[in-house]
């Protein structure tokens, strides 16, 4: 690895119009090899973060490094390239081409990154089997279930060996049996060397993760566990089922506290 | 610590956009075939007015192949007080001895009509005029007899008539041998003529020998028209000739007419009712242009997480625009496509109905695929800038 770290964030802001603070100085680093949640309740600054860390959107101050690559000298075309190179994203919402086979909708991930069809489809194929979808390369997206249909995304974003993968709240949409299918596949991803950030609401996912980073009110309160460490089993009630829930009233106030329901948290 | 090596993003293969182009327009099949059927309706159009013209032009070239461009006709003008001048007598011999022509003969109008029989008021003509005819006139107007025999040497003497086809038809006659009423007396109708498209002042008339015509019917001997077919490269030569030849004293009294000018002038003349027809075929078109514009911009509206998904997976803002500028253009050129091959049936199946030969120029397909791929990147154009300016963030909220 040419730079240290996959990720870094020094004393990055963003305020959105209306004078809406919505990251008030995050310092973040990430090493290769870690899998980590940032983890924090709706409003909190987390989807702000992984448009930082995603290369979506510009900071208003500080500096993003992501792999070694300081964002604020890139132009739009210089970040497309970066993240069609160093980023896979995995969002809630799957965003597969329906009526396009699972092979061809991974397949479709490789698109920018200059690699010849043919070879697309191969990695493809073997993305699909690094999820355990092997036998479904021909399904559409209508003909497999929510967690298939997940796995199809994931497997997408790791065609092209990204650097780091960011999954935002990769199991929101699914019931916990499918949200724990999912978390089995980012652990193996894990295990064979991928970087992974989860953002989610989820404090079990959280949890589940060696390192945890809990955002609130645009600032990061806690980081704490080693990212390169093993996640937790996974148990049956893995996901966003009822089980752990954050309830809604923690802002603006900053004082709130976050109530759980059930889970370990 | 900033790396010193460029990200440059990949370009994206010819193949690629056309792929990627296409699979939106997968997407939606109802859409994009009403979409594109406005193209196509524009295109029809126009490649139709284009053809169904061709074809009639074509139709009216090969008639003039066929008839020939060295026929001309000569017929007495006005004198220099305003009155109907008259061709001398001997004007058919003077004009036999021009050198390049090979053939002549003349017809002289008689002051009588003729009826079907001796019952029908003589004001009643019919609008068929009764003409005393030289009997190489149909050698040199090239005609046929469609039933009988023509004049000849026996028959031009004899109370013998040979009808034009329109004449025919006016009067009713189908067969020969039948007798008609003219100049108090009855003719015996010996021929009937197939039509004569170079004079059509033939087909209505009713012909009969000069010797008869001067016994019978008080015709004074002056020919009213004299025809004759000259080499065809000495056309322009014989026409300055003629009118000193036919009239030495008053050549300035003589009318020289070449009758192929008419039929090259019909064929001129359908070109200003085409342009007229095009415009109307350009509207349409201009309308299905704003048809695939709008599809476009619902499009981009309706599609605006897969440009977000497509951002993050690595796609530069030229490349989104790309997209959705090869969609315009396939939409449109697929419109165009249907429209040729519409436009070309549709001239076929009109063309055989009249009996002429079914032309499309290939400019005309030409045309249709520039005007295509000029509409389908105008209407792709605001759209494509509008997914392209999607910011990935935006994009990838929507709902």
Redesign the interface.
Same mark, same amino acid.
């Given at each position: 690895m040419n730079a240290p770290y996959v990720v870094a964030l020094h004393a990055v802001t963003k305020v959105y119009a209306g004078q809406v603070h919505a990251l008030r100085g995050v310092d973040l680093t990430v090493a290769g090899g870690e899998l980590l949640a940032i983890v924090g309740p709706s409003g909190s600054g987390k989807s702000t973060m992984l448009h930082m860390i995603g290369t979506l959107d510009r900071p208003t101050s500080g500096t993003v490094r992501i792999d070694g690559y300081d964002i604020a000298e890139l132009s739009d075309r210089e970040l497309s390239a970066l993240r069609g190179r160093t980023l896979g994203f995995v969002f809630q919402q799957f965003h597969l081409a329906p009526g396009v086979s699972a092979l061809d909708n991974v397949a479709e991930g490789l698109l920018y990154t200059g690699i010849p069809r043919r070879e697309r489809r191969e990695r493809a194929a073997a993305a699909l089997e690094r999820v355990g979808l092997g036998h479904r390369l021909a399904h559409r997206p209508h003909q497999l279930s929510g967690g298939e249909q997940q796995r199809v995304a994931v497997a997408r974003a790791v065609a092209g060996d990204p650097p780091l993968l960011l999954a935002d709240e990769p199991t929101g949409n699914l019931d916990s049996g499918a949200g724990a299918e999912v978390l089995g596949v980012l652990r193996d991803l894990h295990a064979s060397g991928t970087t992974i950030a989860i953002i989610t609401h989820d404090v079990e996912i959280a949890d589940w993760c060696p390192r945890q980073v809990r955002v609130r009110d645009g600032r990061i309160v806690a980081d704490h566990g080693d990212g390169a460490g093993r996640p937790a089993e996974i148990t049956k009630g893995t996901g966003s089922g009822p089980p752990a829930e954050i309830t809604e009233e923690a802002r603006p106030d900053g004082r709130t506290e976050i109530t759980t329901k059930g889970g370990r948290a | 610590? #900033?790396?010193d090596q &460029? @990200?440059?993003?990949?370009?994206?293969g010819p $193949?690629?956009v056309l792929r990627?182009g296409a +699979?939106g327009l997968?997407?939606r099949p109802t859409r994009v075939i009403l979409s594109a059927l406005g193209i196509a309706i524009g295109i029809a159009t126009m490649v139709a007015v284009i053809g169904i013209s061709s074809s009639s032009r074509e139709q009216l070239l090969r008639q003039l192949d066929r008839l020939g461009t060295n026929l001309l006709t000569v017929s007495p003008g006005r004198t220099l007080f305003g009155e109907q001048a008259e061709l001398p007598a001997i004007a058919l011999d003077m004009v036999k001895r021009i050198g390049p022509i090979h053939t002549a003969s003349a017809t002289g109008t008689a002051d009588t009509g003729v009826r079907r029989t001796d019952r029908i008021p003589e004001a009643v003509t019919g609008g068929i005029s009764v003409q005393a005819a030289t009997t190489e006139l149909l050698t040199t107007l090239e005609g046929r007899v469609a039933k009988g025999t023509w004049l000849n040497a026996a028959t031009e003497r004899q109370a013998a008539v040979v009808l034009g086809s329109e004449a025919a038809t006016r009067l009713g006659i189908t067969r020969v041998g039948v007798r008609v009423w003219m100049g108090g007396r009855w003719f015996t109708v010996i021929g009937i003529l197939e039509p004569m498209p170079l004079a059509p002042e033939i087909e209505r008339s009713a012909l009969v020998g000069f010797p008869v015509a001067e016994k019978l019917l008080g015709f004074g001997g002056h020919p009213t028209t004299i025809y004759e077919r000259s080499r065809e490269e000495a056309v322009e030569a014989v026409r300055a000739v003629l009118p000193r030849t036919v009239n030495p004293e008053n050549p300035n009294e003589v009318e020289v007419s070449r009758p192929s000018d008419a039929l090259a002038a019909r064929a001129a003349a359908a070109s200003a009712f085409t342009n007229l027809l095009l415009g109307l075929g350009a509207v349409a078109l201009l309308v299905g242009g704003v048809g695939v514009a709008n599809t476009m911009v619902i499009s981009v509206l309706e599609r605006r &997480?897969?440009i %977000?998904?497509? &951002? $993050? @997976? %690595? +796609? #530069?803002?030229?490349?989104v625009r790309i997209q959705f500028l090869a969609e315009s253009l396939l939409l449109s050129a697929l419109g165009g496509l249907v429209g040729s091959v519409l436009g070309a049936l549709a001239t076929t199946a009109y063309a055989l109905s009249r009996d002429w030969p079914p032309v499309v120029p290939s400019w005309a397909f030409g045309g249709a695929s520039a005007a295509t791929l000029v509409i389908g990147t105008i209407a792709g154009i605001y759209p494509a800038m509008r997914a392209a300016r999607l $910011?990935? #963030?935006v994009a @990838?909220a929507a709902q």
């Open positions: - | 610590m #900033t790396r &460029r @990200l440059r993003p990949s370009r994206l $193949s690629d990627v +699979a997968r997407a &997480r897969e %977000g998904l497509r &951002r $993050s @997976l %690595g +796609a #530069t803002r030229g490349q $910011s990935p #963030t @990838l």
